[in-house]
Protein backbone atom coordinates (compact mmCIF):
# COMPACT_ATOMS: atom_id res chain seq x y z
CA UNK A 1 0.00 0.00 0.00
CA UNK A 2 1.40 3.39 -0.63
CA UNK A 3 1.98 6.14 2.44
CA UNK A 4 -0.57 8.38 3.02
CA UNK A 5 -0.26 11.76 3.70
CA UNK A 6 -2.57 14.57 5.94
CA UNK A 7 -3.61 16.92 3.09
CA UNK A 8 -5.10 20.10 4.52
CA UNK A 9 -8.10 21.18 2.73
CA UNK A 10 -8.45 24.76 1.37
CA UNK A 11 -12.08 26.74 -0.31
CA UNK A 12 -11.13 29.76 -2.23
CA UNK A 13 -14.44 31.45 -2.84
CA UNK A 14 -15.13 34.28 -3.27
CA UNK A 15 -17.08 36.96 -5.51
CA UNK A 16 -14.34 37.57 -7.42
CA UNK A 17 -10.74 35.59 -7.60
CA UNK A 18 -7.74 36.53 -9.03
CA UNK A 19 -4.55 33.51 -9.24
CA UNK A 20 -2.34 36.04 -11.25
CA UNK A 21 -0.25 35.64 -14.31
CA UNK A 22 2.69 36.83 -16.91
CA UNK A 23 1.79 40.95 -16.85
CA UNK A 24 1.74 42.51 -20.16
CA UNK A 25 2.59 46.25 -20.11
CA UNK A 26 -0.93 47.81 -18.11
CA UNK A 27 -2.58 44.39 -18.83
CA UNK A 28 -3.02 42.07 -16.01
CA UNK A 29 -4.54 38.67 -16.94
CA UNK A 30 -5.39 36.08 -13.97
CA UNK A 31 -4.43 32.24 -14.82
CA UNK A 32 -6.97 29.44 -14.18
CA UNK A 33 -5.77 28.20 -11.07
CA UNK A 34 -3.59 29.53 -8.24
CA UNK A 35 0.33 29.17 -8.81
CA UNK A 36 2.83 28.34 -6.13
CA UNK A 37 3.85 31.50 -4.83
CA UNK A 38 0.46 32.81 -4.58
CA UNK A 39 -0.28 29.84 -2.19
CA UNK A 40 2.92 30.58 -0.81
CA UNK A 41 1.77 34.13 -0.17
CA UNK A 42 -1.44 33.44 1.24
CA UNK A 43 -0.01 31.09 3.42
CA UNK A 44 2.78 33.77 4.84
CA UNK A 45 0.69 36.29 4.89
CA UNK A 46 -1.91 33.86 7.41
CA UNK A 47 1.16 33.02 9.44
CA UNK A 48 2.33 36.93 9.96
CA UNK A 49 5.52 36.82 7.57
CA UNK A 50 6.67 40.39 6.29
CA UNK A 51 7.20 40.54 2.86
CA UNK A 52 11.18 41.48 3.78
CA UNK A 53 11.49 37.86 5.62
CA UNK A 54 12.37 36.55 2.08
CA UNK A 55 14.34 33.24 3.82
CA UNK A 56 10.66 32.61 5.47
CA UNK A 57 9.04 32.52 2.31
CA UNK A 58 11.30 30.35 0.01
CA UNK A 59 11.87 27.57 2.92
CA UNK A 60 7.92 27.41 3.03
CA UNK A 61 7.43 27.53 -0.78
CA UNK A 62 9.92 24.77 -1.17
CA UNK A 63 7.98 22.18 0.82
CA UNK A 64 4.58 23.58 -0.38
CA UNK A 65 2.79 20.74 -2.29
CA UNK A 66 -0.76 21.22 -3.48
CA UNK A 67 -3.63 20.62 -6.00
CA UNK A 68 -6.36 22.36 -7.02
CA UNK A 69 -10.12 21.61 -8.85
CA UNK A 70 -12.05 24.30 -10.09
CA UNK A 71 -16.11 23.36 -8.12
CA UNK A 72 -17.80 26.17 -9.74
CA UNK A 73 -17.21 29.25 -12.27
CA UNK A 74 -18.95 31.52 -14.01
CA UNK A 75 -20.04 30.91 -17.28
CA UNK A 76 -19.77 34.46 -18.85
CA UNK A 77 -16.05 33.99 -18.16
CA UNK A 78 -13.61 36.73 -16.60
CA UNK A 79 -14.70 40.05 -15.53
CA UNK A 80 -11.64 42.71 -16.62
CA UNK A 81 -11.95 45.89 -13.93
CA UNK A 82 -10.54 48.99 -16.19
CA UNK A 83 -9.10 51.56 -13.84
CA UNK A 84 -7.99 55.31 -15.35
CA UNK A 85 -6.24 57.84 -13.14
CA UNK A 86 -4.76 60.90 -13.66
CA UNK A 87 -2.47 61.61 -11.12
CA UNK A 88 -0.13 65.02 -12.03
CA UNK A 89 0.38 66.74 -8.33
CA UNK A 90 -1.55 64.53 -6.47
CA UNK A 91 -0.63 62.58 -2.96
CA UNK A 92 -1.10 59.21 -2.72
CA UNK A 93 -0.13 56.09 -0.48
CA UNK A 94 2.81 54.17 -1.42
CA UNK A 95 3.20 50.46 -1.09
CA UNK A 96 5.59 50.66 2.14
CA UNK A 97 3.62 53.20 3.56
CA UNK A 98 4.36 56.67 3.00
CA UNK A 99 2.76 60.09 0.83
CA UNK A 100 4.36 60.58 -2.29
CA UNK A 101 3.23 63.27 -5.09
CA UNK A 102 3.24 62.78 -8.19
CA UNK A 103 6.08 63.45 -10.56
CA UNK A 104 8.74 62.45 -13.02
CA UNK A 105 8.09 62.11 -17.32
CA UNK A 106 4.48 60.04 -16.92
CA UNK A 107 3.04 62.37 -14.35
CA UNK A 108 1.38 64.44 -16.58
CA UNK A 109 -0.53 61.47 -18.67
CA UNK A 110 -3.18 59.39 -17.35
CA UNK A 111 -2.44 55.97 -15.95
CA UNK A 112 -4.45 53.30 -17.06
CA UNK A 113 -4.77 49.64 -15.75
CA UNK A 114 -6.92 46.44 -16.67
CA UNK A 115 -7.40 43.46 -14.26
CA UNK A 116 -9.16 40.28 -15.36
CA UNK A 117 -11.09 38.39 -12.43
CA UNK A 118 -12.97 35.31 -11.97
CA UNK A 119 -16.58 35.99 -10.97
CA UNK A 120 -18.22 33.77 -8.86
CA UNK A 121 -15.77 31.01 -8.63
CA UNK A 122 -15.16 28.13 -5.82
CA UNK A 123 -12.09 26.47 -5.65
CA UNK A 124 -10.39 23.56 -3.83
CA UNK A 125 -7.13 23.50 -2.85
CA UNK A 126 -5.63 20.56 -0.73
CA UNK A 127 -2.28 20.89 0.26
CA UNK A 128 0.80 19.14 2.43
CA UNK A 129 4.16 20.22 3.69
CA UNK A 130 7.29 18.15 2.85
CA UNK A 131 9.19 16.99 5.98
CA UNK A 132 8.79 17.74 9.62
CA UNK A 133 10.11 21.28 9.79
CA UNK A 134 8.55 25.01 10.85
CA UNK A 135 5.45 25.81 10.12
CA UNK A 136 3.77 21.77 11.09
CA UNK A 137 0.33 21.82 8.58
CA UNK A 138 -1.63 21.93 11.95
CA UNK A 139 -0.23 25.36 12.45
CA UNK A 140 -0.91 26.43 9.02
CA UNK A 141 -4.84 25.35 9.44
CA UNK A 142 -4.69 27.32 12.65
CA UNK A 143 -3.48 30.67 11.05
CA UNK A 144 -5.99 30.46 7.75
CA UNK A 145 -8.29 30.07 10.70
CA UNK A 146 -7.16 32.90 12.78
CA UNK A 147 -5.21 34.47 10.29
CA UNK A 148 -2.62 37.55 11.63
CA UNK A 149 -3.57 39.99 8.75
CA UNK A 150 -6.80 40.34 6.45
CA UNK A 151 -6.65 37.49 3.99
CA UNK A 152 -6.89 37.94 0.09
CA UNK A 153 -7.36 35.27 -2.82
CA UNK A 154 -4.49 36.89 -4.96
CA UNK A 155 -5.37 40.56 -5.03
CA UNK A 156 -6.37 43.22 -2.34
CA UNK A 157 -9.98 43.64 -3.76
CA UNK A 158 -10.86 39.40 -3.59
CA UNK A 159 -12.16 39.22 -0.17
CA UNK A 160 -13.15 35.32 0.77
CA UNK A 161 -16.84 35.24 1.31
CA UNK A 162 -16.34 32.19 4.17
CA UNK A 163 -13.66 30.76 6.17
CA UNK A 164 -11.01 29.43 3.68
CA UNK A 165 -10.61 26.30 6.18
CA UNK A 166 -14.03 24.56 7.29
CA UNK A 167 -15.29 21.45 8.98
CA UNK A 168 -13.53 18.22 8.32
CA UNK A 169 -10.27 20.55 6.79
CA UNK A 170 -7.88 17.64 6.32
CA UNK A 171 -8.08 14.07 4.62
CA UNK A 172 -5.74 11.21 4.27
CA UNK A 173 -4.76 10.06 0.75
CA UNK A 174 -1.46 9.32 -0.98
CA UNK A 175 -1.73 11.53 -3.85
CA UNK A 176 -2.91 14.97 -4.27
CA UNK A 177 -5.26 13.83 -6.71
CA UNK A 178 -6.74 11.01 -5.05
CA UNK A 179 -6.92 13.65 -1.93
CA UNK A 180 -9.28 15.97 -4.11
CA UNK A 181 -11.41 12.52 -5.54
CA UNK A 182 -12.59 12.38 -1.71
CA UNK A 183 -13.66 16.11 -1.15
CA UNK A 184 -17.50 15.86 -2.20
CA UNK A 185 -18.11 19.19 -4.64
CA UNK A 186 -20.87 21.23 -5.06
CA UNK A 187 -22.78 18.58 -7.32
CA UNK A 188 -21.92 15.86 -4.36
CA UNK A 189 -19.18 13.73 -6.86
CA UNK A 190 -15.66 14.55 -6.17
CA UNK A 191 -13.90 12.09 -7.74
CA UNK A 192 -15.54 13.31 -11.40
CA UNK A 193 -14.38 16.52 -10.79
CA UNK A 194 -10.95 16.10 -9.20
CA UNK A 195 -7.92 18.29 -10.87
CA UNK A 196 -4.78 17.28 -10.64
CA UNK A 197 -3.55 20.81 -10.51
CA UNK A 198 -0.56 20.22 -8.42
CA UNK A 199 1.54 18.08 -9.88
CA UNK A 200 4.82 19.94 -10.82
CA UNK A 201 6.86 18.95 -13.52
CA UNK A 202 9.54 20.40 -16.37
CA UNK A 203 7.77 21.99 -19.08
CA UNK A 204 9.46 19.89 -22.70
CA UNK A 205 9.48 23.25 -24.07
CA UNK A 206 10.98 25.92 -21.72
CA UNK A 207 12.44 23.68 -18.78
CA UNK A 208 10.66 25.46 -16.39
CA UNK A 209 8.09 24.37 -14.04
CA UNK A 210 4.41 24.24 -14.66
CA UNK A 211 1.09 22.75 -13.25
CA UNK A 212 -0.30 19.86 -15.28
CA UNK A 213 -4.55 19.89 -15.07
CA UNK A 214 -6.41 16.18 -15.42
CA UNK A 215 -9.58 16.90 -17.09
CA UNK A 216 -12.51 15.31 -16.22
CA UNK A 217 -13.81 13.36 -19.27
CA UNK A 218 -16.78 15.59 -19.91
CA UNK A 219 -14.78 18.84 -20.83
CA UNK A 220 -11.87 17.18 -22.10
CA UNK A 221 -12.64 16.82 -25.64
CA UNK A 222 -14.59 19.68 -26.05
CA UNK A 223 -13.71 20.20 -30.00
CA UNK A 224 -15.73 17.57 -30.03
CA UNK A 225 -18.86 19.84 -29.64
CA UNK A 226 -17.76 22.25 -32.19
CA UNK A 227 -18.46 23.02 -35.70
CA UNK A 228 -16.23 21.51 -38.17
CA UNK A 229 -15.39 23.03 -41.63
CA UNK A 230 -16.21 20.87 -43.95
CA UNK A 231 -17.79 19.83 -47.56
CA UNK A 232 -21.08 21.96 -47.96
CA UNK A 233 -24.02 20.45 -49.83
CA UNK A 234 -25.87 23.04 -52.38
CA UNK A 235 -28.17 25.51 -50.89
CA UNK A 236 -31.30 24.26 -51.17
CA UNK A 237 -34.87 26.53 -50.92
CA UNK A 238 -37.31 24.88 -47.98
CA UNK A 239 -39.28 22.64 -49.98
CA UNK A 240 -42.83 23.28 -49.23
CA UNK A 241 -44.35 20.52 -46.27
CA UNK A 242 -40.70 20.04 -45.72
CA UNK A 243 -37.90 20.88 -43.82
CA UNK A 244 -36.07 24.42 -44.69
CA UNK A 245 -32.03 23.84 -45.20
CA UNK A 246 -30.12 25.36 -42.60
CA UNK A 247 -26.65 26.15 -41.17
CA UNK A 248 -24.42 25.83 -38.40
CA UNK A 249 -21.71 28.33 -38.05
CA UNK A 250 -19.00 29.43 -35.55
CA UNK A 251 -17.88 32.28 -35.17
CA UNK A 252 -14.87 33.34 -32.46
CA UNK A 253 -15.77 36.12 -29.81
CA UNK A 254 -13.91 38.64 -27.91
CA UNK A 255 -15.23 39.29 -24.75
CA UNK A 256 -13.13 41.97 -24.01
CA UNK A 257 -14.56 44.44 -26.50
CA UNK A 258 -18.31 42.35 -25.73
CA UNK A 259 -17.96 43.70 -22.27
CA UNK A 260 -17.00 47.20 -23.17
CA UNK A 261 -19.52 47.79 -25.78
CA UNK A 262 -22.05 46.39 -23.12
CA UNK A 263 -21.37 49.50 -21.30
CA UNK A 264 -20.99 51.78 -23.60
CA UNK A 265 -24.55 50.80 -25.22
CA UNK A 266 -25.87 50.93 -22.24
CA UNK A 267 -27.25 46.60 -22.36
CA UNK A 268 -27.15 45.42 -18.74
CA UNK A 269 -24.66 42.75 -17.53
CA UNK A 270 -26.87 40.34 -19.64
CA UNK A 271 -24.27 38.68 -21.77
CA UNK A 272 -27.10 36.82 -23.75
CA UNK A 273 -29.37 39.63 -24.90
CA UNK A 274 -25.60 41.70 -25.47
CA UNK A 275 -25.30 38.67 -28.25
CA UNK A 276 -28.87 38.96 -29.46
CA UNK A 277 -28.25 42.80 -30.05
CA UNK A 278 -24.80 42.48 -32.11
CA UNK A 279 -25.65 39.51 -33.86
CA UNK A 280 -29.10 41.43 -34.72
CA UNK A 281 -26.83 44.54 -36.13
CA UNK A 282 -24.38 41.91 -38.07
CA UNK A 283 -26.77 39.58 -39.89
CA UNK A 284 -30.37 40.51 -39.14
CA UNK A 285 -33.04 40.13 -36.85
CA UNK A 286 -33.20 36.35 -35.73
CA UNK A 287 -30.88 35.56 -38.40
CA UNK A 288 -28.50 33.28 -35.88
CA UNK A 289 -30.96 31.67 -33.29
CA UNK A 290 -30.37 29.74 -31.26
CA UNK A 291 -27.06 30.06 -30.59
CA UNK A 292 -24.51 28.79 -27.50
CA UNK A 293 -21.74 31.23 -25.98
CA UNK A 294 -19.02 28.45 -25.57
CA UNK A 295 -16.06 29.65 -22.95
CA UNK A 296 -12.41 28.90 -24.72
CA UNK A 297 -10.23 26.71 -22.04
CA UNK A 298 -6.87 28.34 -22.84
CA UNK A 299 -7.82 32.06 -23.39
CA UNK A 300 -9.50 33.88 -20.52
CA UNK A 301 -10.65 36.87 -23.52
CA UNK A 302 -11.76 34.62 -26.75
CA UNK A 303 -14.45 32.32 -26.38
CA UNK A 304 -16.91 31.04 -29.25
CA UNK A 305 -20.09 30.93 -30.24
CA UNK A 306 -22.31 28.27 -32.29
CA UNK A 307 -25.26 28.93 -34.02
CA UNK A 308 -28.45 27.72 -36.43
CA UNK A 309 -29.19 30.09 -38.86
CA UNK A 310 -31.32 29.10 -42.62
CA UNK A 311 -28.46 31.87 -44.55
CA UNK A 312 -25.76 30.16 -46.35
CA UNK A 313 -22.59 31.27 -45.82
CA UNK A 314 -22.84 33.97 -48.74
CA UNK A 315 -25.86 35.53 -47.50
CA UNK A 316 -23.96 35.97 -44.09
CA UNK A 317 -20.76 37.36 -45.55
CA UNK A 318 -23.11 39.35 -47.95
CA UNK A 319 -25.01 41.03 -44.66
CA UNK A 320 -21.18 42.21 -43.02
CA UNK A 321 -20.11 43.10 -46.19
CA UNK A 322 -22.87 45.55 -46.57
CA UNK A 323 -24.83 46.52 -43.55
CA UNK A 324 -23.22 45.52 -40.47
CA UNK A 325 -21.89 48.48 -38.60
CA UNK A 326 -18.07 48.54 -37.69
CA UNK A 327 -18.75 47.21 -34.33
CA UNK A 328 -19.20 44.09 -35.42
CA UNK A 329 -15.40 43.37 -36.05
CA UNK A 330 -14.58 44.34 -32.70
CA UNK A 331 -16.93 42.07 -31.13
CA UNK A 332 -16.88 39.09 -33.23
CA UNK A 333 -13.33 37.68 -35.26
CA UNK A 334 -15.66 38.14 -38.97
CA UNK A 335 -12.55 36.56 -40.60
CA UNK A 336 -12.88 33.77 -39.09
CA UNK A 337 -16.36 32.93 -39.77
CA UNK A 338 -17.36 29.29 -40.40
CA UNK A 339 -20.14 27.50 -41.63
CA UNK A 340 -21.29 23.66 -42.36
CA UNK A 341 -24.87 22.89 -43.84
CA UNK A 342 -26.94 20.71 -41.34
CA UNK A 343 -28.87 17.69 -42.21
CA UNK A 344 -32.57 18.38 -43.50
CA UNK A 345 -32.90 14.84 -41.51
CA UNK A 346 -32.23 12.11 -39.48
CA UNK A 347 -32.04 8.44 -39.36
CA UNK A 348 -34.76 7.27 -37.11
CA UNK A 349 -33.08 5.27 -34.25
CA UNK A 350 -29.69 6.91 -34.46
CA UNK A 351 -28.37 7.51 -30.91
CA UNK A 352 -26.71 10.83 -30.25
CA UNK A 353 -25.03 12.38 -27.57
CA UNK A 354 -26.33 16.10 -26.49
CA UNK A 355 -25.43 19.54 -24.48
CA UNK A 356 -27.74 22.13 -24.12
CA UNK A 357 -27.64 25.30 -21.58
CA UNK A 358 -31.75 25.62 -21.30
CA UNK A 359 -33.67 27.80 -19.14
CA UNK A 360 -36.07 25.45 -17.70
CA UNK A 361 -39.64 27.63 -16.78
CA UNK A 362 -43.47 27.39 -17.60
CA UNK A 363 -45.83 30.18 -18.53
CA UNK A 364 -48.51 30.31 -15.43
CA UNK A 365 -52.06 29.71 -16.38
CA UNK A 366 -53.66 29.73 -12.71
CA UNK A 367 -51.96 31.29 -9.48
CA UNK A 368 -49.79 29.38 -7.21
CA UNK A 369 -48.05 30.20 -4.18
CA UNK A 370 -46.87 33.74 -4.04
CA UNK A 371 -47.31 34.12 -8.16
CA UNK A 372 -50.64 35.72 -9.24
CA UNK A 373 -49.62 37.12 -12.61
CA UNK A 374 -51.24 35.04 -15.52
CA UNK A 375 -48.47 34.01 -18.02
CA UNK A 376 -45.58 34.71 -15.66
CA UNK A 377 -42.28 32.40 -16.07
CA UNK A 378 -41.41 30.53 -12.97
CA UNK A 379 -39.04 27.83 -12.83
CA UNK A 380 -40.20 24.62 -13.21
CA UNK A 381 -38.84 22.65 -9.96
CA UNK A 382 -40.33 25.70 -7.83
CA UNK A 383 -43.69 25.60 -9.63
CA UNK A 384 -43.55 21.60 -9.19
CA UNK A 385 -42.96 22.36 -5.66
CA UNK A 386 -45.51 24.65 -4.88
CA UNK A 387 -48.26 22.38 -6.63
CA UNK A 388 -47.54 19.37 -4.61
CA UNK A 389 -46.51 20.96 -1.42
CA UNK A 390 -48.61 24.12 -1.20
CA UNK A 391 -48.26 24.31 2.46
CA UNK A 392 -45.02 23.76 2.72
CA UNK A 393 -41.80 26.47 1.50
CA UNK A 394 -40.07 25.26 -1.16
CA UNK A 395 -36.85 24.94 -0.02
CA UNK A 396 -37.91 22.55 2.86
CA UNK A 397 -39.39 19.45 0.45
CA UNK A 398 -35.61 18.01 -0.13
CA UNK A 399 -35.30 15.34 -1.98
CA UNK A 400 -39.49 15.25 -2.73
CA UNK A 401 -38.81 17.01 -5.33
CA UNK A 402 -35.49 16.45 -7.42
CA UNK A 403 -34.37 19.63 -9.60
CA UNK A 404 -32.75 16.93 -12.00
CA UNK A 405 -35.65 14.54 -12.39
CA UNK A 406 -38.05 17.87 -12.79
CA UNK A 407 -35.49 19.66 -15.64
CA UNK A 408 -35.22 15.91 -17.53
CA UNK A 409 -39.01 15.51 -17.42
CA UNK A 410 -39.20 19.01 -18.55
CA UNK A 411 -36.47 18.76 -21.58
CA UNK A 412 -38.39 15.15 -22.69
CA UNK A 413 -41.82 16.68 -22.74
CA UNK A 414 -39.98 19.47 -25.66
CA UNK A 415 -38.67 16.79 -27.43
CA UNK A 416 -41.45 14.90 -27.26
CA UNK A 417 -42.00 13.72 -31.24
CA UNK A 418 -38.79 13.70 -31.98
CA UNK A 419 -36.39 12.10 -29.69
CA UNK A 420 -36.37 10.15 -26.84
CA UNK A 421 -34.35 10.98 -24.23
CA UNK A 422 -32.11 7.80 -23.01
CA UNK A 423 -29.67 9.66 -20.00
CA UNK A 424 -29.71 12.81 -19.04
CA UNK A 425 -27.36 14.19 -16.12
CA UNK A 426 -27.65 18.48 -14.87
CA UNK A 427 -24.02 19.38 -15.11
CA UNK A 428 -24.53 23.34 -14.15
CA UNK A 429 -27.15 24.98 -12.29
CA UNK A 430 -27.12 28.94 -11.63
CA UNK A 431 -30.08 31.80 -10.96
CA UNK A 432 -29.57 34.65 -13.42
CA UNK A 433 -31.14 37.62 -14.26
CA UNK A 434 -32.66 37.86 -17.85
CA UNK A 435 -33.24 41.51 -19.01
CA UNK A 436 -35.88 41.59 -21.57
CA UNK A 437 -37.88 44.74 -22.83
CA UNK A 438 -37.41 46.64 -19.51
CA UNK A 439 -38.04 44.08 -17.20
CA UNK A 440 -35.90 41.78 -15.33
CA UNK A 441 -36.16 38.17 -13.63
CA UNK A 442 -34.40 35.97 -12.00
CA UNK A 443 -34.49 32.28 -13.25
CA UNK A 444 -32.63 28.98 -13.54
CA UNK A 445 -29.91 29.10 -16.06
CA UNK A 446 -29.10 25.06 -16.61
CA UNK A 447 -26.80 22.54 -18.59
CA UNK A 448 -28.07 19.17 -19.34
CA UNK A 449 -25.94 16.36 -21.24
CA UNK A 450 -27.15 12.95 -22.09
CA UNK A 451 -28.01 10.27 -24.82
CA UNK A 452 -30.92 10.72 -26.97
CA UNK A 453 -32.28 8.68 -29.43
CA UNK A 454 -34.01 10.09 -32.81
CA UNK A 455 -37.85 9.05 -33.11
CA UNK A 456 -38.72 11.01 -35.97
CA UNK A 457 -35.80 12.00 -38.08
CA UNK A 458 -37.54 15.52 -40.27
CA UNK A 459 -39.05 16.70 -36.43
CA UNK A 460 -35.87 16.15 -34.90
CA UNK A 461 -34.03 18.66 -37.32
CA UNK A 462 -36.77 20.67 -37.15
CA UNK A 463 -36.45 21.08 -33.71
CA UNK A 464 -32.69 21.44 -33.63
CA UNK A 465 -33.15 24.69 -36.08
CA UNK A 466 -36.04 26.06 -33.72
CA UNK A 467 -34.50 24.96 -30.45
CA UNK A 468 -35.23 23.85 -27.18
CA UNK A 469 -37.74 26.16 -24.85
CA UNK A 470 -37.67 29.49 -24.25
CA UNK A 471 -35.21 32.36 -24.59
CA UNK A 472 -33.92 30.55 -27.91
CA UNK A 473 -32.74 34.09 -28.91
CA UNK A 474 -30.45 35.00 -26.40
CA UNK A 475 -28.46 32.04 -25.73
CA UNK A 476 -30.50 28.99 -24.57
CA UNK A 477 -31.28 26.52 -26.33
CA UNK A 478 -29.08 25.00 -28.98
CA UNK A 479 -28.58 21.52 -28.95
CA UNK A 480 -25.08 20.65 -29.63
CA UNK A 481 -24.80 17.17 -30.58
CA UNK A 482 -21.70 14.80 -30.89
CA UNK A 483 -21.56 10.80 -31.37
CA UNK A 484 -22.94 8.97 -28.81
CA UNK A 485 -20.64 6.64 -26.70
CA UNK A 486 -19.80 3.16 -28.61
CA UNK A 487 -21.95 4.73 -31.95
Not at 64 to 81: C, Q, S
Not at 196 to 219: I, M, N, Q, V
Request: with cysteine.
Amino acid sequence: MPEEYRWLVLHLEAPLLSFGGVRIDHIGVTRDFPCLSMMTGLLANALGYRRTEWEKHQQLQDRLIFAARRDRENPAGLLTDIQNAWLSGEKGWTTWGEHEEGGGANANAPHRRLRDYHMDQHVVVVLRLRDDGTPALDTLAEALARPARPLFIGRKPCLPAGPLVREAPFVLAATAYDALSKISDETGDGEARALAAGRRTRHRKTGGPHHRHSRYPELENRTAWRCTQGRRRPDRAGKAGGMTAFHMISLPVDLRELRRLMAVNGLGADEGRALHHFLCEAFGKSAVQPFRLMPGRNSSRYATLYGYTEQPEAGLRKALAETAPPESGLVFDLGHLAVKAMPESWSIGRRLAFDVRVRPVRRLRNPVGTFTRKGAEVDAWLLEALHRFPDRPPEDVGERVRRDEVYARWLAERLDGAARIETVRMTRLEQTVALRKGSASRGPDVTLQGELTVTNGAAFAEKLHRGVGRHTAYGYGMLLLRPAQGG
